[in-house]
Antibody, heavy 121, light 107 residues
Framework: VQLVESGGGLVQPGGSLRLSCAAS????????MRWVRQAPGKGLEWVAN????????DYVESVKGRYTISRDNAKDSLYLQMDSLRAEDTAMYFC???????????????WGRGTQVTVSS | DIQMTQSPSSLSASVGDRVIITCRAS??????LSWYQQKPGKAPKLLFF???TPQSGVPSRFSGSGSGRDFALTITSLQPEDFATYYC?????????FGQGTKLDIK
């Protein structure tokens, strides 16, 4: 199993970025997927999740209306469109596989290495 | 939302020590509790799910316990590679809230 994120970088407040996560080594369309972020020196925070077929999505309150999670099962890829970015969105963003639906007790069993997003003028 | 509170927030210990990290949920999460280990500059790694079920490859000196609101991660005979930050996480809700983390460093 591999999850490889890309698309991070430095962006000005109010700007946009699109993160991508390329999945391999498993049947991507069988799993819920999530984005989790970690601000510098801080803990872990779930950001967004998407069901196997993309029919259900949810977001942490602080990004609702600004972030959009999506997936392309034909390309084994997960995305996070981030608009109206703020300084407080600065973090490492991890692509994560969730075992929901595959395990009675869900967990985040595989993580990518992360992509850094820095929002600063 | 369920709040997850870990104790202590930081802990200094020596190689060979036994340490216990606790995690308390603001309401019962049954056994929907996972533990993760994160080393500096790395992604978190799943240690336990279902409160006490080890992920494949987790050394036997690690153990997880508890149910309901109170949980513990125990490491017996600390090894140099165990110094890291540990997080608990509930999977009772779709939000999968994490604890604030416990940083374990060398005394």
């Amino acid at each position: 199993v591999q999850l490889v994120e890309s698309g991070g970088g430095l962006v000005q407040p109010g700007g946009s970025l699109r993160l991508s996560c390329a999945a391999s080594g498993f049947t991507f369309s069988n799993y819920w997927m999530r984005w989790v972020r970690q601000a510098p020196g801080k803990g872990l925070e779930w950001v967004a999740n998407i069901k196997e077929d993309g029919s259900e999505k949810d977001y942490v309150e602080s990004v609702k209306g600004r972030y959009t999670i999506s997936r392309d099962n034909a390309k084994d890829s997960l995305y996070l469109q981030m608009d109206s970015l703020r300084a407080e969105d600065t973090a490492m963003y991890f692509c994560v596989r969730d075992t929901d639906g595959r395990s009675y007790y869900p967990s985040f069993d595989y993580w990518g290495r992360g992509t850094q997003v820095t929002v600063s003028s | 939302d369920i709040q997850m509170t870990q104790s202590p927030s930081s802990l200094s210990a020596s190689v060979g020590d036994r340490v216990i990290i606790t995690c308390r949920a603001s309401q019962s999460v049954s056994s929907y509790l996972s533990w993760y280990q994160q080393k500096p500059g790395k992604a978190p790694k799943l240690l336990f799910f279902a409160a006490s079920t080890p992920q494949s490859g987790v050394p036997s000196r690690f153990s997880g316990s508890g149910s309901g609101r109170d949980f513990a991660l125990t490491i017996t005979s600390l090894q140099p590679e165990d110094f890291a930050t540990y997080y608990c996480q509930e999977s009772f809700t779709i939000h999968r809230t994490f604890g604030q983390g416990t940083k374990l460093d060398i005394k």
